[in-house]
């Protein structure tokens, strides 16, 4: 009984803005899985935006539901409750890790880009164009670059441009998630930007 009342009382919180964060967490916390369906329900597209980008469209709603699942399991054991932003994206890029590592054992890295790239951009765009009764075709050519460029980059920098450039984390957050040094994320961004911006200047955008 109280654990409904509870969670009746976060869901009317959550909608009006005043539960924050770290109360819904930690309900969530003590097993209380409406406060977690609110969870999702704040988070999921973010998360699959980053998976979209990482991995592209294939089993994309397999690999968030993985992400949450793992978040649920995980959530127990979350002691730094403010870090709960980074610990996602921390979870999304280990499963978006995962799956690049099972492709790769199964096919050719150069062949799966070419066979799943384009069958990933016309399912976005029919996503798209499903949603929208005026797709603005501008914005579907420019999602088709950006994605094509994001393909030509290998995971490490694909992973940093992402996070920072997409995602707009600062550099210190980025380096937690992918576990690496500050001044490699640095490197690694700087190198994603050049080669993302010749890509671009290969297709007609100039700057």
């Not at 980008?53 to 793992?70: I, M, N, S, T, W």
């Not at 979870?91 to 880009?113: G, P």
Request: aromatic fraction near 10%.
């Amino acid at each position: 009984m109280l654990a409904s009342k509870q969670a009746s009382k976060a869901d009317t919180e959550s909608e009006t803005g005043v539960q924050t964060e770290q109360e819904l967490i930690l309900l969530c916390q003590q097993g209380d899985r409406e406060c977690f369906r609110l969870l999702y329900q704040r988070y999921q597209q973010r998360v699959r935006s980053t998976l979209y980008q990482l991995c592209g469209k294939a089993l994309l709603d397999d690999l968030v539901q993985e992400v949450f699942l793992r978040v649920w399991k995980g959530l127990p054991k979350l002691k730094k409750t403010k870090y709960f932003s980074t610990w996602l994206y921390r979870i999304s890029w280990n499963v978006a890790t995962d799956r690049r590592r099972k492709l790769a054992k199964v096919r050719d890295k150069t062949s799966f880009n070419e066979q799943y790239a384009d069958k990933d951009r016309l399912e976005y765009d029919k996503d798209l164009s499903n949603t929208q009764d005026a797709p603005d075709l501008m914005h579907l050519h420019y999602q088709d670059l950006v994605q094509r460029g994001l393909d030509n980059l290998s995971f490490e920098h694909r992973s940093v441009l992402v996070l920072h450039d997409l995602e707009d984390l600062p550099q210190k957050e980025v380096a937690q998630i992918l576990d690496i040094p500050v001044g490699t994320v640095k490197s690694r961004l700087f190198h994603a930007r050049n080669l993302f911006k010749k890509f671009l200047q290969q297709q007609g955008i100039s700057f």
